[in-house]
């Protein structure tokens, strides 16, 4: 799976660590904000990698979080979904906005491609060919709300996307990107 190759997300270990996934969000969302250090403690138990100084909101979703990994002074709003099928590198300083997407998983365009429908319930086989591609934001971003990350992407530093895009291809440092598909608007001081 982090390898970029075909993986079966319905795999006995893949639920198991979704599963234990599951329950730390839980427990995480119905810690009080003002509990810092038990949020932190969640956190870190959930995460590959986790700086400090970081404030994630509640609700926030991810497969597996141990493909997560998180730099310090990084702020995640509300209703943020990271799909780490892949791993996921945040950078220091980053800003992510409400609703913000990042996807790691995906699969063949076509359905004949896509489908397995004779794996369909065999030992756990989710019936779909899945592979995934790691993203990374680098240092000083700030990524807009309700914007959409896809696999395999990379943000570079002190890059600005803005709120609602849809960002399908790396995007390079010191610019501010913006709409679907995402596009270099104008550089960055």
Not at 35 to 58: D, H, N, P, S, Y
Not at 66 to 71: A, D, K, L, Q
Not at 81 to 94: S, T
Not at 120 to 130: E, M, N, P, S
Request: aromatic share 8%; charged share 15%.
């Amino acid at each position: 799976m982090l390898a970029g190759e075909a993986y079966n997300s319905r795999a006995p270990e893949l639920l198991a660590r979704y599963h234990q996934a599951r329950t730390l969000l839980q427990a995480f969302a119905e810690t009080p904000s003002t509990q810092t250090a038990k949020k932190r403690e969640l956190l870190a138990k959930l995460f590959g990698g986790l700086g400090q100084e970081v404030w994630i909101e509640a609700p926030f979703f991810c497969d597996y979080g141990e493909n997560i990994f998180i730099g310090s002074n990084v702020f995640v709003n509300y209703n943020c979904v990271f799909l780490d099928g892949n791993r996921i590198f945040i950078g220091d300083n980053v800003l992510i906005g409400p609703a913000v997407q990042i996807y790691t998983a995906t699969h063949p365009l076509a359905a004949s491609e896509r489908l397995q429908l004779d794996q369909v319930g065999a030992a756990g086989r989710a019936g779909y060919l899945t592979r995934a591609l790691p993203v990374r934001l680098g240092n000083n971003v700030w990524v807009g709300g309700a914007a959409i990350l896809m696999p395999g992407i990379e943000i570079g530093e002190n890059t600005t996307i803005g709120a609602g895009s849809v960002v399908t291809k790396s995007v390079p440092a010191n610019c501010f990107a913006a709409g679907n598909p995402c596009r270099v608007i104008r550089e960055l001081k």
